[in-house]
Structure formats: structure tokens, C-alpha cells
């Protein structure tokens, strides 16, 4: 399988601490990304970090990427409930269509407030 | 602005029923993916369109499943002789042109359900 590993498969922590989720991915990729998905918004984009980079950040996020470990990490912080949800690892396959992605199996976030 | 929308939402379905699971992808987006997400899951890919025409099907788990996208807009997946594995999330994205830095934009997919 082509899947990429998130870990933890699931987390809790309370309302205001930060929350690191880590990805290990299997094959050369030009970017990564970070997707998150609940009952509510359904599935949605957070965060894109080009192989060049090895960090980035958006609001609360903050995404690293080491292509010589194929891993990448998703630190949110000063969480909150509404950050309660699953989070994936995302990358393109550029074996087969021009670009559907490969998800993992995601690590589950609870938030309590 | 509207976004992908799916529908139905539900389908509950007997066991050897044919369903059709249809997406409206974000106006005026050339590629669209149909997933497939089992329960406790990520998503995983079935096929994608560029415009009308069908570039990958590879994900497809059998050929009882069938997309299409007649005039580059929405597209219909078909599940013929449905069985109980077939229970899942299925979901739709667009992009608009699909290059390998596209965001894709997913709808809130279609829970189908086999007895």
C-alpha cells in the first residue's frame, strides 16, 4: 500500500494544550499536505508544504516536512473543541492519474473543553 | 460561493440494487475525483476525470462500479448488483485544472449503506 502512517491513531487532550500529530509517507513527493475532516465541514484543506520546505505555518498550524525521513509533523496549538476532528496526511501519486491523492488512516483529535 | 455538493446525502440499499451517487463539482473545475472511505479510514481513490473524459479508473474495485462524466460537469457513480463490502463514504473533489499543487475541494459525500 501506498498509504501513508499517521501517529498517534488518536489523541486526546484538553482545551488549550498544543497537539502534535506526526506522518510517515513511502515515496518521493513534490508536496504534502494536511487535510482535516469532521461531521460538520466534512473534509477539508489545511495546509500545503512544497518539498523545499521545512516549515510552515498558518494561524494555529505549524507543519514540518523532512524529505530524508519521509516524515512530516502538524503541531496545533492552543487547541480548542472545535479542532476536535481527523486528521490526515495527504500526498499525490504521480504513478497513476495526475494527482489523486493518497490519504492515511488519520489520527483522531479529541479537544475537551 | 457553492461548493461540491453530493447527493443523496444517505442510501440505504438492499443487497444486489444498483445505485447511482451523483456530484456537482465547483463550477468551472476540470478535474474531478470520486474516494472511497471505509469506516475508520482514509479516503481512498477510485477514478478522476478532466473534463468529460475518464483518465484513471485504476481504483476502481470492480466492474460493478462505473463513472461518468457526460458533458464535464457532473458526474454519476453507478454501483451495479450491490454487496455489503460496498458499504462506505463516497466521496467527490474538484480541482480546477487537477496539476500536481491543486487544492482539491471535497464535497460531504454519500453514505451508502448494503443490507
Known amino acids: 500500500s501506498q498509504q501513508g502512517e499517521e501517529d498517534p491513531q488518536a489523541l486526546s487532550i484538553q482545551e488549550g494544550e498544543n497537539a502534535t500529530m506526526n506522518c510517515s509517507y513511502k515515496?518521493?513527493?513534490?508536496?504534502l499536505q494536511w487535510y482535516r475532516q469532521n461531521s460538520g465541514r466534512g473534509l477539508v484543506h489545511l495546509i500545503l508544504?512544497?518539498?523545499?520546505?521545512r516549515e510552515k505555518h498558518s494561524g494555529r498550524l505549524r507543519v514540518t516536512l523532512d524529505t530524508s525521513k519521509k516524515s512530516s509533523s502538524l503541531l496545533i496549538t492552543a487547541s480548542r473543541a472545535a479542532d476536535t476532528a481527523s486528521y490526515f496526511c495527504?500526498?499525490?501519486?504521480?504513478?497513476?492519474?495526475?494527482?489523486?491523492?493518497?490519504f492515511g488512516k488519520g489520527t483522531k483529535l479529541s479537544v475537551k473543553p | 460561493g457553492a461548493g461540491v455538493s453530493q447527493s443523496p446525502r444517505y442510501k440505504v440499499a438492499k443487497r444486489g440494487q444498483d445505485v447511482a451517487l451523483r456530484c456537482d463539482p465547483i463550477s468551472g473545475h476540470v478535474s474531478l475525483f470520486w474516494y472511497q472511505q471505509a469506516l475508520g479510514q482514509g479516503p481512498e481513490f477510485l477514478t478522476y476525470?478532466?473534463?468529460?473524459?475518464?483518465?484513471?479508473k485504476s481504483g476502481l474495485p470492480s466492474d460493478r462500479f462505473f463513472a461518468e462524466r457526460p458533458e464535464g460537469s457532473v458526474s454519476t457513480l453507478k454501483i451495479q448488483r450491490t454487496q455489503q463490502e460496498d458499504s462506505a463514504v463516497y466521496l467527490c473533489a474538484s480541482s480546477l485544472s487537477g496539476g500536481t499543487k491543486e487544492t482539491q475541494y471535497f464535497g460531504p459525500g454519500t453514505r451508502l449503506l448494503v443490507l
Open positions: 476525470f478532466q473534463n468529460e473524459a475518464q483518465l484513471d
Open positions: 515515496t518521493s513527493i513534490n508536496n
Open positions: 495527504v500526498y499525490m501519486n504521480y504513478g497513476g492519474s495526475q494527482g489523486n491523492l493518497i
Open positions: 508544504i512544497r518539498s523545499n520546505e
